[in-house]
């Protein structure tokens, strides 16, 4: 990662409790999959992702995974990546809950969202281009996740915002085209079999008149 080139982001709700916290650091944008362990609060998180080598990597676990209720948030990677992320906090030390937010929409709640003066709101938003994500960072301990920020990668020349993938493109590449956009074939199929099938009842009709 280079640091040179990120803004860093939070981590929010930052609000160190009297236990043992550690910050954690997981400066990584190809994510694939997010681990999430909750109940009244976030817990435990987890993030998946591919290195720079392409092979498919877990990452270190921060905070504890014996949360009441567990998710798995898969992305549609390559198409689809990291935007933001909203968070609301505190329960007992631990943020509330969690949203995550992609080119493609909103995860979550995660945790337990709830609304007042004393569980204030925050929301990093990064807009809908992929190149400007460049991971995440927060606060953990053995009870759970404290806070959580975002590195943001800086534009270095105008490529870098490149374009939105189409609908259309995406289901093309992941061989789903024809379900969305019917083949020729897959048309005229079962009107090839319904001429068959009459052509046969005709025949058997005229073979067994001249017998």
Not at 82 to 92: C, D, E, N, W, Y
Not at 107 to 120: K, S
Not at 179 to 201: D, E, K, R, T
Request: aromatic share 16%.
């Amino acid at each position: 990662m280079d640091a040179s080139n990120m803004i860093k982001l939070g981590p929010v709700p930052y609000k160190l409790q009297e236990h043992e916290t550690k910050l954690w650091d997981n400066g990584k944008t190809e994510i694939v999959q997010i681990y999430i362990s909750h109940g009244d609060g976030i817990i435990g998180l987890q993030f998946k992702y591919y290195n720079n080598n392409g092979a498919l990597v877990s990452g270190e676990k921060y905070g504890t995974f014996d949360g009441r209720n567990f998710n798995i948030l898969t992305l549609r990677y390559p198409y689809e990546y990291l935007t933001g992320v909203a968070v609301q906090g505190f329960h007992v030390g631990n943020i509330s809950s969690l949203i995550f937010q992609t080119n493609y929409g909103m995860y979550g709640p995660f945790g337990m969202a709830t609304r007042g003066d004393n569980n204030p709101e925050f929301c990093l938003n990064l807009g809908n281009y992929g190149y400007q994500f460049g991971g995440f960072h927060g606060v953990h301990d053995d009870c759970g996740i404290k806070a959580i920020g975002i590195y943001v990668r800086q534009l270095t020349r105008i490529e870098q915002v490149g374009r939105l993938t189409s609908w259309r493109e995406e289901c093309e590449s992941i061989g789903r085209i024809s379900s969305v956009y019917p083949s020729w074939g897959l048309i005229f199929s079962p009107v090839l079999v319904l001429a068959f099938q009459l052509f046969f009842f005709c025949w058997v009709r005229i073979h067994n008149y001249f017998m």
